[in-house]
Nanobody
Framework: QVQLVESGGGSVQPGGSLRLSCAAS????????MGWYRQAPGKERELVAR???????KDAEFVKGRFTISRDNAKNTVYLQMNSLKPEDTAVYYC???????????????WGQGTQVTVSS
C-alpha cells in the first residue's frame, strides 16, 4: 500500500520551531515533486513550499526566510523546518508527492493524512 506518513506537528509558542517529516512508502518506483500545504479553519488549502526531485525549492511568500523545505531521496522523505513561527501559521499541514508506481504507472498525486501545527502563547 502506497502512503505518505507525516510526523512532527504539535504545539509551540510564537517564535518557536518545529520540523515536519513526511515519508513515502510502498511500491514506489520514483518520486517527482514533493511539497507541503496547509489549511487553517475556514480557509482553503494553500501551498507552503515544494521541492523538485533535483532539489529546486519554491516557497510561498509568507514563509520566506522562516521555513525551509528539503528532501532525502534515498529515504523518500521530505522535511519542513519551520522557524520563527507565528500564530497565523496555525493550521493542518499536509504532505503532497507526485509518485510513479510499479508497472510504469503514474504520475499520481498522493496526500498525507495531515498533522496539526498550533502556534499559541
Amino acid at each position: 500500500q502506497v502512503q505518505l506518513v507525516e510526523s512532527g506537528g504539535g504545539s509551540v509558542q510564537p517564535g518557536g520551531s518545529l520540523r515536519l517529516s513526511c515519508a513515502a512508502s510502498g511500491s514506489i518506483v520514483s518520486i517527482g515533486a514533493m511539497g507541503w500545504y496547509r489549511q487553517a479553519p475556514g480557509k482553503e488549502r494553500e501551498l507552503v513550499a515544494r521541492i523538485t526531485s533535483s532539489g529546486r525549492a519554491k516557497d510561498a511568500e509568507f514563509v520566506k526566510g522562516r521555513f525551509t523545505i528539503s528532501r532525502d531521496n534515498a529515504k523518500n522523505t521530505v522535511y519542513l523546518q519551520m522557524n520563527s513561527l507565528k500564530p497565523e501559521d496555525t493550521a493542518v499541514y499536509y504532505c503532497h508527492a507526485v509518485l510513479f508506481l510499479a508497472a510504469g504507472t503514474g504520475p499520481y498525486d498522493y496526500w498525507g493524512q495531515g498533522t496539526q501545527v498550533t502556534v499559541s502563547s
